[in-house]
């Protein structure tokens, strides 16, 4: 018999949530096969079989908390008879029967994964099949009842439908003994009340605290976009035929902010307490969007990267990101950061710092408007910047030229590649 236990967390995490078992017990499990699944308030970790057997027992269910290096269940070796019953069974209760169909739709035994499922694909639990081994819904159960199509009709527009309004009677032909009775809206007016995962909790509690606790204040400006179009446009295929990835903005972004936070150095430090911490090196933090809410893993010392290695970080972390691969590793620390609204079409927004760092740089999106150049109105490619910065530390006049200076050397690239 050997134990499955919870990962060794890091420091800054206490706890976590299991969010669902990919194994039921008596099944027979290989080395390296998922397990379970763990959700902290920064990662979900996977739990892999460590040998060959069969899972024996498990002492936690899905959406129970889990403390650091905690028995989940136990593994057995291949052959061995599985348990009556697994050794949690004697205090959980059993499952009710399936709610019929004009019951509530709405379980209170389903685990976060499931329920962000069911939530993002409109479906009804009741209508779902469960596997579970005390008859709950899996998140594979939730899975498959998404691809089979099993919905619900969510609540009815605020919003009188055209229909009804064409269906009522003119007031001049209206009787005026006769009052028009309104319309009432037909269906089901559903509501669905879902607890946030631990990392949205998390992302609400840190930037609610960093509202409360720093000196929130945004620059905007604006770059001409086309130096750095036509400089992508002239060696793409010579960029991709050598380094095997394409040239994108965001390693130019992540190039004309270091050398920026290079001559402001205060944007590049943090607050402790009463102190000012000046970090000697440049890790930034690129904020990707994943299924989970958005992360911000890290490039560690960018001022040693170069634009193809800039590149194919960022394309890793965007793979691991989709995947829910992501490690406390990849997003702890960080000095800086850069967040990309423009991918979903954000013309100006203010981001919020990512504590305890002091600034982060807004890119979005790049739309053409007429400008201004050489005393003519032309047509170019234009970018809204923003640095949001903790105004405690950072002076406006320090912000504004640390912004200034990353809209000229995105306005000419051969600067920044040159080092001038």
């Given at each position: 018999?050997?134990?499955?236990?919870?990962?060794?967390?890091?420091?800054?995490?206490?706890?976590?949530?299991?969010?669902?078992?990919?194994?039921?017990?008596?099944?027979?499990?290989?080395?390296?096969?998922?397990?379970?699944?763990?959700?902290?308030?920064?990662?979900?970790?996977?739990?892999?079989?460590?040998?060959?057997?069969?899972?024996?027992?498990?002492?936690?269910?899905?959406?129970?908390?889990?403390?650091?290096?905690?028995?989940?269940?136990?593994?057995?070796?291949?052959?061995?008879?599985?348990?009556?019953?697994?050794?949690?069974?004697?205090?959980?209760?059993?499952?009710?029967?399936?709610?019929?169909?004009n019951?509530?739709?709405?379980?209170?035994?389903?685990?976060?994964?499931?329920?962000?499922?069911?939530?993002?694909?409109?479906?009804?639990?009741?209508?779902?099949?469960?596997?579970?081994?005390?008859?709950?819904?899996?998140?594979?159960?939730?899975?498959?009842?998404?691809?089979?199509?099993?919905?619900?009709?969510?609540?009815?527009?605020?919003?009188?439908?055209?229909?009804?309004?064409?269906?009522?009677?003119?007031?001049?032909?209206t009787?005026?003994?006769?009052?028009?009775?309104?319309?009432?809206?037909?269906?089901?007016?559903?509501?669905q009340?879902?607890?946030?995962?631990?990392?949205?909790?998390?992302?609400?509690?840190?930037?609610?605290?960093?509202?409360?606790?720093?000196?929130?204040?945004?620059?905007?400006?604006?770059?001409?976009?086309?130096?750095?179009?036509?400089?992508?446009?002239?060696?793409?295929?010579?960029?991709?035929?050598?380094?095997?990835?394409k040239?994108?903005?965001?390693?130019?972004?992540?190039?004309?902010?270091?050398?920026?936070l290079?001559?402001?150095?205060?944007?590049?430090?943090?607050?402790?307490?009463?102190?000012?911490?000046?970090?000697?090196?440049?890790?930034?933090?690129?904020?990707?969007?994943?299924?989970?809410?958005?992360?911000?893993?890290?490039l560690?010392?960018?001022?040693?990267?170069?634009?193809?290695?800039?590149?194919?970080?960022?394309?890793?972390?965007?793979?691991?990101?989709?995947?829910?691969?992501?490690?406390?590793?990849?997003?702890?620390?960080g000095?800086?950061?850069?967040?990309?609204?423009?991918?979903?079409?954000?013309?100006?927004?203010?981001?919020?710092?990512?504590?305890?760092?002091?600034?982060?740089?807004?890119?979005?999106?790049?739309?053409?408007?007429?400008?201004?150049?050489?005393?003519?109105?032309?047509?170019?490619?234009?970018?809204?910047?923003?640095?949001?910065?903790?105004?405690?530390?950072?002076?406006?006049?320090?912000?504004?030229?640390?912004l200034?200076?990353?809209?000229?050397?995105?306005?000419?690239?051969?600067?920044?590649?040159?080092?001038?």
């Amino acid at each position: 018999m050997a134990d499955i236990r919870v990962p060794v967390f890091s420091e800054s995490v206490s706890e976590g949530t299991l969010l669902t078992w990919h194994k039921k017990p008596g099944e027979a499990v290989k080395r390296g096969d998922l397990l379970a699944e763990i959700e902290t308030d920064k990662v979900v970790l996977e739990i892999q079989a460590q040998q060959d057997g069969v899972l024996q027992g498990v002492l936690k269910n899905e959406g129970d908390t889990v403390l650091s290096e905690e028995v989940l269940g136990t593994m057995g070796e291949a052959g061995a008879a599985a348990p009556a019953e697994a050794p949690a069974a004697a205090s959980v209760p059993q499952a009710a029967a399936p709610a019929p169909a004009n019951e509530a739709t709405r379980r209170d035994d389903l685990s976060p994964a499931v329920r962000k499922i069911v939530a993002e694909q409109n479906l009804d639990p009741a209508q779902i099949p469960a596997t579970g081994p005390r008859g709950n819904i899996t998140k594979d159960d939730a899975v498959v009842a998404a691809q089979g199509g099993l919905t619900y009709q969510g609540p009815q527009s605020a919003a009188e439908p055209a229909s009804m309004k064409a269906a009522q009677t003119p007031a001049a032909q209206t009787p005026a003994a006769q009052v028009p009775v309104p319309a009432i809206p037909s269906g089901p007016r559903t509501e669905q009340r879902v607890p946030m995962t631990r990392i949205r909790a998390r992302i609400a509690e840190r930037l609610k605290e960093v509202q409360n606790t720093a000196a929130l204040l945004t620059t905007f400006n604006e770059v001409n976009m086309k130096p750095a179009m036509d400089l992508r446009k002239k060696y793409q295929d010579q960029f991709v035929a050598k380094h095997g990835v394409k040239l994108g903005f965001m390693s130019l972004f992540v190039r004309a902010a270091t050398e920026a936070l290079k001559a402001f150095p205060v944007v590049n430090a943090s607050v402790d307490g009463k102190d000012i911490i000046y970090h000697g090196y440049y890790d930034i933090g690129i904020a990707v969007a994943s299924e989970r809410g958005l992360v911000v893993p890290i490039l560690r010392d960018t001022e040693q990267m170069s634009l193809a290695g800039i590149e194919k970080g960022i394309a890793d972390f965007a793979v691991k990101a989709k995947g829910g691969k992501l490690t406390m590793e990849d997003m702890s620390g960080g000095t800086f950061s850069i967040t990309n609204g423009g991918t979903f079409g954000s013309m100006m927004s203010t981001p919020i710092i990512n504590a305890p760092q002091s600034a982060i740089l807004g890119m979005h999106n790049i739309i053409e408007r007429p400008i201004a150049q050489n005393g003519q109105v032309v047509i170019a490619p234009m970018m809204y910047l923003a640095l949001s910065y903790d105004h405690r530390i950072i002076d406006g006049k320090e912000a504004v030229q640390f912004l200034v200076m990353i809209k000229n050397l995105l306005e000419d690239p051969a600067r920044m590649l040159l080092e001038l």
